[in-house]
């Protein structure tokens, strides 16, 4: 099976420019999670999903974040406009719900973002 | 308040040697999972073992021991006969409750370096 996809694997832009991130969680999972990784925060939350539907979104920074999940294989992260401190590697992951060992997170290979 | 706590932000340890990266954590809720991450220096994440609170046993996986200490509120990792592809960034987290539509908290991580 394939595991969570995430691209593009890199991105450098310029400061303003519009960014999206592309995510397909692994086939049967219904929770995606979207993470940030900084030297300064570490791993911190940004927003998550259950069944597609947005649950928590207050680990996004500011209006400049936006994330959708329009089906159950697709979820788009998006930052309009960009500014160098959105530089960070950004990880998707997922997992089944429910209880126990087998709700498992996975993630994907992570974007690694540098905006100039 | 930090609900996961890693002390150690690098450990050192000879190939073959046994060693133990800590972990503490803090929580109310008598449900959660306890997980254990690496990040090699390619950046993904990858999943290595878990203990659910619940457990009346200590989890393991080949190399990779969880010594779980409820009453202590700790969940330390042992990784027996290191090698040197063992070294790596190593993340503690939590979920709570234990459910898979749950976010992770992760800890800042502990840098292992496995010398020759």
């Known amino acids: 099976d394939a595991g969570v996809i995430q691209s593009p694997r890199h991105e450098v832009t310029e400061m303003g420019q519009e960014v999206t991130l592309r995510c397909k969680p692994i086939?049967?999972?219904?929770?995606l999670f979207w993470y940030r990784q900084t030297m300064m925060r570490g791993l911190e939350l940004l927003i998550y999903?259950?069944?597609?539907?947005?649950?928590?979104d207050s680990g996004m920074p500011e209006d400049r974040f936006s994330a959708k999940m329009p089906n159950a294989s697709f979820s788009t992260l998006k930052i309009q406009p960009s500014e160098p401190r959105d530089s960070a590697v950004y990880f998707c992951?997922?997992?089944?719900?429910?209880?126990?060992?087998?709700?498992?997170?996975?993630f994907g290979p992570g974007t690694r973002l540098l905006v100039l | 308040a930090q609900k996961i706590t890693q002390t150690q932000p690098g450990m050192f340890v000879q190939e073959k040697e046994a060693v133990t990266l800590d972990c503490t954590y803090d929580t109310s809720d008598p449900s959660y999972g306890l997980f254990w991450y690496k990040q090699p220096s390619s950046g993904e994440m990858i999943f290595l073992i878990y203990q659910g609170s619940y457990d009346q046993q200590n989890a393991t996986e080949g190399r990779y021991s969880l010594n779980f200490q409820k009453a202590r509120k700790s969940a330390n990792l042992v990784i027996s006969a290191s090698q040197l592809g063992d070294s790596a960034m190593y993340f503690c987290?939590?979920?709570?409750?234990?459910?898979?539509?749950?976010?992770?908290?992760f800890g800042k991580g502990t840098r292992l370096s496995v010398i020759a």
């Open positions: 999903f259950n069944n597609n539907v947005p649950i928590d």
């Open positions: 987290a939590m979920r709570e409750p234990n459910s898979g539509n749950t976010p992770l908290v």
């Open positions: 992951a997922s997992n089944s719900m429910g209880t126990g060992f087998l709700k498992t997170q996975y």
């Open positions: 086939s049967g999972h219904n929770s």
